[in-house]
């Protein structure tokens, strides 16, 4: 069985920074992609960014465009998750997720299979 853990989340001021981190181990074989999605209190969970290991191309969220930045090591299944200039909107908590395929829509939550028990974020103002 595939687990997914993240790591990293707190609380900050606007303006400030953090670095999330998130492993995946349970395979033998790579997952396809890896993402980060965020759930704020009352509103459904969203799409931030996203990795894809078979193209190495990124896709960010419009909010999140120049302020945040995904990187990560395909060989240890790990990806991170650079916060920059931190609004009181990004306020949530933050799931990490891992798909197993081929043809994985990155930015669509259907498309992975296994997910993170998640980190909060807190940005205050």
């Known amino acids: 069985q595939v687990q997914v853990v993240e790591s990293g989340g707190g609380l900050v001021q606007a303006g400030g920074s953090l670095r999330l981190s998130c492993a995946a181990s349970g395979r033998t074989f790579s997952p396809y992609a890896m993402g980060w999605f965020r759930q704020a209190p009352g509103k459904a969970r969203e799409f931030v960014t996203a990795?894809?290991?078979?193209?190495?191309?990124?896709v960010y969220a419009d909010s999140v465009k120049g302020r945040f930045t995904i990187s990560g090591d395909n060989a240890k299944n790990t990806v991170y998750l650079q916060m920059n200039s931190l609004k009181p909107e990004d306020t949530a908590v933050y799931y990490c997720a891992a798909s197993y395929r081929r043809w994985v829509v990155v930015t669509r939550l259907g498309e992975y299979d296994y997910w993170g028990q998640g980190t909060q974020v807190t940005v205050s103002s």
């Open positions: 990795i894809n290991w078979s193209s190495g191309g990124t």
